[in-house]
């Protein structure tokens, strides 16, 4: 299921100091750092090689919205 611009903005950290990912779909979730800091993500494959590719903002609901989310 589709993230959405509310549960990207209310995203908080994993109560036991952990990262939190929220997945969205097709490889790309959100991951919310123990500081409370979030950043995108996107798993992809390149010959055989598991990548990732970051894209990290202040404005989450903006890159949500670019990104389709």
Do not use: W
Not at 37 to 48: A, S, T
Not at 59 to 68: I, R, W
């Amino acid at each position: 299921m589709p993230l959405n611009g509310r549960q990207i903005k209310n995203a908080k950290p994993a109560e036991t100091g952990k990262k939190t990912k929220l997945f969205d779909g097709g490889g790309l979730y959100l991951e919310v750092t123990p500081v409370g800091g979030k950043v995108f993500r996107l798993k992809y494959h390149i010959e055989g090689k598991e990548k990732t590719l970051t894209k990290s903002t202040n404005k989450t609901a903006e890159t949500a919205v670019l990104c389709g989310v």
